[in-house]
Each structure stands twice: as structure tokens, then as C-alpha cells.
């Protein structure tokens, strides 16, 4: 059976009028663009990766809907 690695989540989401990145209860990467939110995601999630970790990149608040 094989062991069931614990994953880190790093979520983009809407903060007032920015994007930030969340991580473990902490903001990170405030920024109004949200490719530039998501890439700070992304670079933090290919680190933790590089290492060994599992890793996943979620992005809220994009749907358009109303």
C-alpha cells in the first residue's frame, strides 16, 4: 500500500480590491493582478515540489457569476 502524502494547498483568492495568496492561515503576495497572485503561488508550490512535497495551487473567486 502506498503512504498517503499530506498536501499543501496554496489558494489565490479575492481580498477587497487585490489578489492574495493564502497559505496556512497567512497572506502572501498582495497584488491587483491576479497572473502575478497566481504565479507567487506557483513559485512557492514548484519549491515545495522540488523537495518532495505534494503540492496543489487552487484559485477562488473567478467564476464571473453574480
Not at 502506498?2 to 489565490?12: D, G, M, S, W
Not at 477587497?16 to 497572473?35: L, N, P, Q, S
Amino acid at each position: 500500500m502506498r503512504a498517503q502524502l499530506e498536501r499543501t494547498i496554496f489558494t489565490v483568492m479575492r481580498d477587497g480590491d487585490a489578489w492574495v495568496v493564502e497559505h496556512g492561515g497567512a497572506h502572501f503576495g498582495r497584488t491587483i493582478d491576479k497572473e502575478v497572485a497566481k504565479a507567487f503561488a506557483h513559485k512557492r508550490a514548484r519549491e515545495m515540489s522540488d523537495a518532495g512535497g505534494a503540492v496543489a495551487v487552487h484559485v477562488t473567486g473567478e467564476g464571473g457569476f453574480r
